[in-house]
């Protein structure tokens, strides 16, 4: 893991995403509401500006708007998409 990502916050962030998922797959859409208003929360409060950042913070609005327009399938692709990017994160360091 990059030494600018503290292991602590990728864990968080990585456990909010694979729970928004859970829940966007199992119909809970107000917990997956929930969880990736946390996540996002983490990622603007806890991230330096990166590219990381960025992506997650758009992740996380595609998720709400998917969610809004009734549409799980997207919202759940997203949150598959920050789920490998903070796999990604793992290797490379945080770009600005």
């Known amino acids: 893991m990059p030494s600018d990502l503290p292991s602590d916050v990728h864990a968080v962030l990585t456990q ?13 859409f107000e917990t ?28 996380c609005e595609q998720v709400h708007t998917a969610l809004s327009d009734h549409n799980p399938d997207a919202a759940a692709e997203y949150l598959r998409a920050m789920s490998r990017r903070l796999a990604a994160a793992d290797d490379e360091p945080l770009s600005t």
């Open 32 to 59: 997956a509401r929930q969880t990736v208003s946390t996540a996002e929360t983490v990622s603007r409060n806890k991230l330096p500006e990166c590219d990381l950042r960025a992506q997650l913070l758009h992740g």
């Open 16 to 28: 909010l995403v694979d729970a928004g998922e859970t829940a966007v797959t199992s119909a809970e």
